[in-house]
């Protein structure tokens, strides 16, 4: 029964905080080969941890402030689900409320770019604070209905198994700020590229005259292309992200979901950066009027000589992609704890 004690050890410390962790670890430890012998086989190490109660139940009395709206029981999975309800709920409904208030802007006032960036962050702000505040009270709601009225399962202290025990690692749980932040970057850059894909942007680019001409920025082939893209990588952002959340270690699933997230993004982003008329052709004629300088990403554009910047762009997603899958594998291969590490602790 390799590693058992630490196992166990691990299994508690893990749910309390940070700052409690390492002095609890040190006394549990002590209480448990103070009730060993010298030489404590297999069957003796198990009957001890088995007197000393499942790892939940022993973190909860080692607690400095117990908690008692939701009971420890079901605590860490309201925490839990919390931890993956929250920051989802709350960048959908501001990505919503944020595209539905641009949307009545532009049908009350026309393309006024101050109004409706102004209008945008308000509305999204809004929406995003009434979305988080009702997931927070209703799943609190939830949680202590379900409680009281006995619908959850709750397992007895003697339920568990030493067996059980997760495997000891070196690995630090996963921020829950990087996958947050990684599906409120993905969904504000797609959210802007459809809005200027749909000629929502259009007073940046128009053709001045008797009256104003909007000038779409991408083509309608492009359009066809790259809505459906950015749908896909949002969503394949948003399953690997979450799995992140909700396992905040490398796991076989959320190193699965990554690979996939960053393969497929890559490929996307390649097969689009491959196709020649990205522009339309009456953004490309109203730069054609203006004078650029050689070095300008516009000069380029106006000159539909875009070929070089394509292939570099395409080749910086790849290396990028390439290592973050690079990184993914080792992130998993460190999940597993040395032998000589565990070794070298204890003594």
Same mark, same amino acid.
Not at 167 to 177: A, F, G, M, V
Not at 216 to 243: H, K, Q
């Given at each position: 029964m390799e590693n058992t004690i630490e196992r166990y050890i691990a299994a508690v410390v893990l749910q309390l905080p940070e700052n409690e962790r390492a002095e609890v670890a040190k006394e549990l430890r002590s209480n448990i080969y103070d009730m060993l012998s010298d030489? !404590?086989?297999d069957a003796e190490i198990e009957k001890v941890l088995r007197s000393m109660g499942s790892p939940t139940k022993l973190a909860e009395q080692y607690r400095q402030n117990p908690r008692y709206l939701i009971s420890p029981q079901v605590y860490d999975e309201y925490i839990r689900l919390l931890k993956l309800l929250v920051p989802i709920v709350g960048i959908i409904t501001v990505i919503v409320g944020a595209v539905s208030g641009v949307f009545e802007t532009l049908q009350q006032s026309g393309p006024q770019v101050g109004r409706v960036l102004q209008v945008m962050f308000q509305s999204g702000i809004q929406s995003g604070v009434s979305g988080v505040m009702q997931t927070l009270v209703w799943t609190t709601i939830g949680f202590v209905i379900a409680e009281r009225t006995g619908a959850f399962n709750r397992k007895k202290k003697e339920d568990w198994k030493v067996e059980d025990l997760p495997?000891?690692?070196?690995?630090?749980?996963? !921020?829950? @700020? =990087?996958?947050v932040a990684e599906i409120i970057g993905t969904m504000v850059f797609s959210a802007f590229l459809i809005l200027g894909s749909t000629n929502q942007f259009a007073a940046v680019f128009t053709k001045t005259g008797p009256v104003n001409i909007a000038v !779409?920025?991408? @083509? =309608?082939?492009?359009?066809?292309?790259?809505?459906? &893209?950015?749908?896909?990588?949002?969503?394949?952002?948003?399953? &690997?992200? &979450?799995?992140?959340?909700? =396992?905040?270690?490398?796991?076989?699933?959320?190193?699965?979901?990554?690979i996939i997230d960053n393969a497929v993004s890559a490929m996307m982003w390649v097969f689009l950066l491959m196709r020649e008329n990205i522009f339309s052709s009456e953004l490309v004629e109203l730069l054609q009027e203006q004078t650029w300088s050689s070095g300008d990403v516009l000069h380029y554009i106006s000159t539909g000589n875009t070929a070089s910047i394509r292939l570099i762009i395409s080749l910086v997603i790849v290396v990028i992609s390439t290592i973050q899958i690079i990184s993914v594998l080792y992130n998993r291969s460190k999940r597993d704890l040395p032998n000589s590490y565990i070794n070298r602790e204890q003594a």
């Open positions: 030489r !404590p086989n495997p000891l690692t070196t690995e630090k749980l996963i !921020p829950i @700020s =990087d996958p !779409p920025i991408f @083509s =309608d082939e492009f359009v066809r292309y790259l809505i459906p &893209a950015l749908i896909i990588g949002v969503v394949l952002t948003v399953i &690997a992200n &979450a799995m992140k959340v909700f =396992d905040r270690c490398w796991t076989n699933r959320v190193c699965l979901w990554s």
